[in-house]
């Protein structure tokens, strides 16, 4: 299927023999003469203004050229069906009276599309939607299906195939970015258990044990603790000393130290060349003798 687009629309025009309706209406097809092969008029708009949207009692929709000063294509496809028009006109002057398609009210020249049941809507998403809104902008795909005859007056009758409608952008659901990552709840550390007991080796009198399993007498060590203020009848207790870990000195003495390997120490050898103090001190002596002598 062929769809005119930018294009030029002065392929000649043919009428199709005539249908009728019933005793007043009667319907003329039109086809397009391209490229040697009769093909339907379909052509595709740039952007055109909608200003009443859709018409529900009458089913059309009015398309309007009032952008033509801003856009050339707009202009060029305004040109192109006034001169459709002007070819219908011609070759059936003298037997019908043409009605102009476009007609001139305060949005400039309008041209009204017929809404069938085949027609869809689209926006700039390709999403389908339900119709053209009104008060809006976009491009659409007619269709010249022929004319309507009624006595001596004859109408265009322009189809509207699918239009593509210049929505406002809708988003339903929140949909701001934050610049920062949502971070999960902090979740408190662990409790650190309590520390274990000290055990009695850290006790006020740990350095006591110490002193009796090193081998110093319990007498002196009684002493000590007097003389610091501590009460010798703690020492005195089964729990806080263990016999089998003191240290006497009849112990150290039976300690015996295995003889290791012998380490040998080698002496580098002496440079004799090189007179040691001795040697000097000998060779003044001799030449102190020597000058007595003389």
Not at 237 to 260: E, H, Y
């Amino acid at each position: 299927m062929k769809v005119f687009h930018n294009e030029s629309l002065r392929s000649p025009l043919r009428l199709e023999c005539k249908q009728r309706f019933s005793n007043e209406f009667s319907f003329i097809p039109i086809k397009c003469l391209f490229e040697g092969k009769k093909i339907p008029l379909i052509i595709q708009t740039p952007q055109l203004f909608v200003p009443y949207g859709v018409d529900p009692e009458k089913n059309t929709v009015c398309i309007s050229f009032q952008n033509k000063e801003n856009d050339r294509h707009t202009q060029r496809l305004l040109n192109d069906l006034n001169h459709i028009y002007e070819t219908i006109s011609t070759n059936l002057t003298g037997t019908y009276r043409v009605n102009h398609f476009l007609k001139e009210n305060i949005y400039a020249e309008c041209l009204q599309l017929k809404v069938t049941d085949k027609t869809h809507h689209f926006n700039t998403l390709k999403e389908p939607i339900d119709r053209a809104s009104s008060f809006s902008y976009g491009c659409f795909i007619i269709h010249l299906s022929g004319l309507w005859n009624q006595g001596r007056d004859v109408w265009f009758r322009w189809n509207i195939i699918q239009s593509r409608i210049d929505e406002s952008i809708e988003i339903p659901d929140y949909a701001f970015e934050t610049n920062h990552t949502t971070r999960p709840p902090l979740v408190p550390p662990p409790l650190v258990p309590p520390p274990p007991p000290l055990p009695p080796s850290f006790s006020k009198i740990s350095k006591y044990h110490s002193m009796i399993k090193m081998g110093v007498p319990k007498d002196a060590v009684l002493q000590k603790m007097q003389q610091d203020g501590v009460n010798p009848e703690k020492i005195n207790a089964k729990a806080d000393v263990d016999d089998k870990n003191i240290i006497t000195p009849d112990m150290l003495k039976r300690v015996s130290l295995k003889k290791g390997r012998e380490i040998l120490r080698i002496t580098p050898e002496r440079d004799n060349r090189i007179p040691t103090k001795d040697d000097l001190n000998n060779a003044l002596k001799n030449l102190k003798s020597v000058e007595k002598q003389y």
